[in-house]
């Protein structure tokens, strides 16, 4: 398979995993479920590496923007990207691509691959919660307390799993390393 087709299949597959754990849905205390998108979003990072690990995110937008149903809940449509959540989806591409960017560094110096990781992480969580606060008109502690505090400990376990994951299959995919 060549480079441009194999880049594309990935790029596909790497959507559509994205679509189905998304509607993977950790009930937690608060009433908000956590669910694995931003698992795969790690994911998309650390296999496709930043340029397409963010395109597949770009297309896994587009496709929830038209209304097909690959947004959390089995939902998509223009209202999800507007919503108090919109912002979290929104910045799945830049999260790929931060996290994708530290790839380089897996073998040679793990602890900035990690930190890359941890960065991706972190702009999800401020895009997401700023827009949270604008759209609810809530203020913005009570937009953290409500949209990060409660789901730090999972983005650890989803982060470290996801980038553990991620180098595995890198190592098992030869032509990823491209």
Do not use: E
């Not at 770009?58 to 999800?80: D, H, N």
């Not at 913005?140 to 553990?164: D, E, H, R």
């Amino acid at each position: 398979m060549n480079s441009k087709t194999f880049d594309i299949t990935s790029i596909a597959l790497m959507t559509a995993v994205t679509a189905v754990m998304a509607q993977i849905a950790i009930p937690m205390p608060a009433g908000v479920p956590m669910t694995l998108q931003t698992f795969a979003v790690t994911l998309a990072g650390v296999v496709l590496g930043s340029k397409n690990g963010g395109l597949s995110m770009v297309l896994y937008i587009l496709m929830g923007a038209i209304g097909l149903p690959v947004f959390s809940g089995f939902r998509g449509g223009l209202a999800m990207l507007v919503g108090p959540t919109g912002g979290f989806l929104l910045s799945f591409p830049v999260m790929a691509f931060i996290i994708g960017l530290g790839v380089k560094y897996i073998k040679d110096k793990p602890l900035i691959f990690w930190s890359y990781l941890a960065l991706g992480t972190i702009i999800n969580y401020i895009i997401g919660t700023i827009v949270f606060s604008l759209s609810t008109g809530s203020g913005l502690v009570p937009s953290f307390m409500a949209c990060v505090f409660p789901f730090i400990p999972t983005a650890v376990i989803k982060l470290i799993v996801g980038g553990l994951m991620g180098i595995r299959l890198r190592d098992a995919v030869p032509q990823l390393k491209h």
